[in-house]
């Protein structure tokens, strides 16, 4: 699936901090230059590959934020928890 080895890359180098979507997309993509086609073609790709990983236990996503109004956070699950 696209994405998710940057994903992992990206959750790896940062354990205990929380991502937005808008910053995973940043991240996997290099910050490139993208139309806006190409850029939401990627922000679809990457939430799907995020969906998949929370779908699977290896990553986990906080619904606090969206009670506020704010975006989902994602982060690299806990073993443990």
């Known amino acids: 699936m696209k994405y998710v080895k ?3 890359n990206l959750f790896t180098a940062f354990p205990d ?3 937005q979507v ?3 997309v940043s ?3 290099g910050d490139a230059k993208q139309s806006p086609r190409q850029r939401e073609a990627s ?18 996503v906080s ?3 969206k009670k ?3 975006p989902n956070l994602y ?3 806990r073993t443990g928890t």
């Open 6 to 8: 940057e994903i992992d």
């Open 17 to 19: 901090r929380s991502f």
């Open 22 to 24: 808008i910053e995973i």
């Open 27 to 29: 991240y996997a993509t």
């Open 43 to 60: 922000r679809k790709a990457v939430k799907r590959a995020l969906d998949t990983l929370v779908d699977i236990g290896l990553i986990e």
């Open 63 to 65: 619904d606090q934020a």
């Open 68 to 70: 506020n109004g704010l």
């Open 75 to 77: 982060r690299i699950k």
